[in-house]
């Protein structure tokens, strides 16, 4: 079982940054695959990054790549997605989850625990 709560978003100008936030309770948190998906109005919930237990892989979807860094601090059971160079079509609600699988994955399917979300907007 574990818990996560998403915090850090709010409203930003393009070319910005912002720092999400994702703390992780339970026995077990540092043993799971992280992600961060988010999902804009009308539009379906959308991969952004993940990475794996121990820290050593991550992988991140095409629009952030470069710009998006996922990371974890184990000993807090906390992860982070550090956005920068934001752009307006990053606006949307971002979604904190973990998965007991094996490996990464941008499936929403595939993990077994979610946050409440947090809104980003960013203004042009």
């Known amino acids: 079982q574990v818990h996560v709560v998403e915090s850090g978003g709010g409203l930003v100008q393009a070319g910005g940054s912002l720092r999400l936030s994702c703390a992780a309770s339970?026995?077990?948190?540092?043993?799971?695959?992280m992600g961060w998906f988010r999902q804009a109005p009308g539009k379906e919930r959308e991969f952004v990054a993940a990475?794996?237990?121990?820290?050593?892989?991550?992988y991140y979807a095409d629009s952030v790549k470069g710009r998006f860094t996922i990371a974890r601090d184990n000993a807090k059971n906390t992860v982070f997605l550090q956005m920068n160079s934001l752009k307006f079509e990053d606006t949307a609600v971002y979604y904190c989850?973990?998965?007991?699988?094996?490996?990464?994955?941008?499936?929403?399917?595939?993990?077994?625990?979610w946050g409440q979300g947090t809104q980003v907007t960013v203004s042009s």
């Open positions: 339970g026995r077990t948190a540092s043993n799971y695959v």
């Open positions: 989850a973990a998965s007991n699988g094996v490996g990464l994955s941008v499936r929403s399917r595939s993990y077994d625990y």
């Open positions: 990475i794996t237990s121990s820290g050593g892989t991550t």
